[in-house]
């Protein structure tokens, strides 16, 4: 069973940059493939970010591309979403997931254990 714990979020302008951290626990880290989905008020929770176990292969939602990036340390056990020229449409809650079988394209790409979420709030 892996715990996963995001950390990072805030209150920020418009054009701001965040950096989100998920820190992992009760599992070899670096055998599950991790992403980053949110949610916004009365909304469904949406892909973000996905990165592969070895961090080889990046995936991103169209609206976030270019401007948010995925990585990982897995001496760490920690997965970021570093997060550039932030929009007021990127307000919401962010939660980390962990999988051990990425299935890429799928609604929630596999993921099978979840973070309580961080929440993002971006103003105008």
């Known amino acids: 069973q892996v715990q996963l714990v995001e950390s990072g979020g805030g209150v920020v302008q418009a054009g701001d940059s965040l950096r989100l951290s998920c820190a992992a626990s009760?599992?070899?880290?670096?055998?599950?493939?991790m992403g980053w989905f949110r949610q916004a008020p009365g909304k469904e929770r949406e892909f973000v970010s996905a990165?592969?176990?070895?961090?080889?292969?990046?995936y991103y939602a169209n609206s976030v591309k270019g401007r948010f990036t995925i990585s990982r340390d897995n001496a760490k056990n920690t997965v970021y979403l570093q997060m550039n020229s932030l929009k007021p449409e990127d307000t919401a809650v962010y939660y980390c997931?962990?999988?051990?079988?990425?299935?890429?394209?799928?609604?929630?790409?596999?993921?099978?254990?979840w973070g309580k979420g961080t929440q993002v709030t971006v103003s105008s």
């Open positions: 997931a962990a999988t051990k079988i990425l299935r890429v394209g799928s609604p929630y790409y596999g993921m099978d254990y």
């Open positions: 009760g599992g070899t880290f670096s055998t599950y493939a």
């Open positions: 990165i592969s176990r070895s961090a080889v292969s990046t």
